[in-house]
């Protein structure tokens, strides 16, 4: 078992049983030019997660930890996209317009899938979802329940909506959260002082707060989870 030092108080989490969540770290939401820069946001307020994500992904594939991503997008007839979410946000740039980089949040186009710096491996789950949530309509518990899996280290963006979702509905499901803060990012900077101070909130009450480098240094640094030969 190993433990960190997190708010509001030591995480400790097993090797086997955790798994490391990355939250739709997509063009789209990340890349200048993309959808979220059409908005108006500044994306380089999501682009600081990239980093540290990076390292922290080649340290837990060193240790043969689960690790599953997650994208936001919908089928290219939009029927799993409920009218309430389609119709919202302005003419010309809602869900299925053309966008900067292919129809917006469309599976299987450029813009929906995730940044370079980022590309899972060959094995990594890819779990596309049509919410915020990265449970709701996919088979992400299942695949979790599956191997085993009782906490999740938690990334990407954004930090007050599909992060925050997500984490709630993991909470739910008693899944034991640890949302990495450095790894997690909004385009509004207040958002993401707030949401991580409301996961860690009243003894934390979605779950705990931590840097990636302190998982990072408890983490072996050879592969727990497999023989060696």
């Not at 390292?55 to 930890?65: F, K, P």
């Amino acid at each position: 078992m190993l433990t960190i030092a997190a708010r509001p108080g030591p995480y400790s989490f097993d090797l086997p049983s955790t798994a490391l969540l990355v939250i739709d770290m997509q063009r789209d939401f990340l890349e200048p030019g993309g959808f979220g820069a059409s908005l108006g946001n500044d994306v380089s307020q999501l682009r600081t997660t990239i980093a540290p994500l990076a390292a922290l992904l080649a340290d837990a594939r060193a240790v043969g930890l689960t690790i599953v991503h997650t994208r936001e997008g919908h089928l290219p007839d939009l029927s799993d996209c409920p009218p309430a979410k389609l119709h919202r946000g302005a003419p010309s740039k809602r869900i299925g317009d053309p966008g900067p980089k292919g129809r917006i949040l469309i599976r299987g186009e450029y813009g929906h899938d995730i940044v370079d710096e980022l590309v899972p491996l060959t094995g990594e789950p890819v779990i596309d979802k049509p919410g915020k949530g990265a449970f709701h309509a996919t088979d992400l518990d299942a695949l979790l329940v599956e191997r085993g899996i009782r906490s999740l280290l938690v990334t990407g963006v954004t930090t007050e909506v599909c992060v925050h979702t997500t984490v709630r509905e993991a909470n739910d499901r008693g899944y034991e959260c640890l949302v990495l803060a450095d790894c997690v990012g909004s385009y509004f900077p207040e958002f993401q002082r707030v949401g991580l101070d409301m996961i860690a909130a009243q003894g934390g009450i979605f779950g705990w707060v931590a840097d990636s480098a302190q998982v990072r240094a408890a983490l072996p640094t050879t592969s727990a989870l497999q023989p060696s030969s």
